[in-house]
T-cell receptor, first 114, second 113 residues
Framework: AAGVIQSPRHLIKEKRETATLKCYPI?????VYWYQQGPGQDPQFLIS???????DKGSIPDRFSAQQFSDYHSELNMSSLELGDSALYFC?????????????FGPGTRLTVL | QQQVKQSPQSLIVQKGGISIINCAYE??????FPWYQQFPGKGPALLIA?????SEKKEGRFTISFNKSAKQFSLHIMDSQPGDSATYFC????????????FGKGTKLSVKP
């Protein structure tokens, strides 16, 4: 079965640089979620989109922005990177359905800020 | 404030034993409770989930027990195997519509052969 695709899988950036992470949801899934997971930590919700509109916002820094495109893929844009942004970034997708809101996670993008 | 509290932080079980991980939540608006399994460097994989209209759900060796009045739920892994060694996260969310998941801090399970 098709899964969530994330690219790149690994990314190394310098402080103050920008980064763009991409997420391709499972086919026919209309909702995308972004999570950040620090070393040894639990995933922390950043932001979500449903049908290309932002649907919920968590602890996303103002330096970060995201959007969902007409083909439902999503991009997380990160600017003025800081050392503390080094983490695993996961995208999850689901199909909005009153009875079924299981979120399926992608393999993640490991961002290292030097 | 941790909305979902998970324990224990780490757990060592012998092969063939039962692994039990507990979670408690505070927000009564939560109505969807999944468990995720995560291996190092991999994404969390959905194991099993429950909604508060049932008290127990079983899938293979994995069982969720749910106590709505106590606002607690637990994962039982029967006949634990070394391949089950991973970090397990409970989560809670407002299922049925858009809704981000709130995760517990995770339990690192080690199953000894």
């Amino acid at each position: 079965a098709a899964g969530v695709i994330q690219s790149p899988r690994h990314l190394i950036k310098e402080k103050r640089e920008t980064a763009t992470l991409k997420c391709y949801p499972i086919p026919r899934h209309d909702t995308v979620y972004w999570y950040q997971q620090g070393p040894g930590q639990d995933p922390q919700f950043l932001i979500s989109f449903y049908e290309k509109m932002q649907s919920d916002k968590g602890s996303i820094p103002d330096r970060f922005s995201a959007q969902q495109f007409s083909d439902y893929h999503s991009e997380l844009n990160m600017s003025s990177l800081e050392l503390g942004d080094s983490a695993l970034y996961f995208c999850a997708s689901s199909h909005r359905d009153f009875h079924h809101t299981e979120q399926f996670f992608g393999p993640g993008t490991r961002l290292t800020v030097l | 404030q941790q909305q979902v509290k998970q324990s224990p932080q780490s757990l060592i079980v012998q092969k063939g034993g039962i692994s039990i991980i507990n979670c408690a939540y505070e927000n009564t608006a939560f109505d969807y409770f999944p468990w995720y399994q995560q291996f190092p460097g991999k994404g969390p994989a959905l194991l099993i989930a429950i909604r508060p209209d049932v008290s127990e759900k079983k899938e293979g060796r994995f069982t969720i027990s749910f106590n709505k009045s106590a606002k607690q739920f637990s994962l039982h892994i029967m006949d634990s195997q070394p391949g089950d060694s991973a970090t397990y996260f409970c989560a809670a969310g407002p299922g049925g519509s858009q809704g981000n998941l709130i995760f517990g801090k995770g339990t690192k399970l080690s199953v000894k052969p």
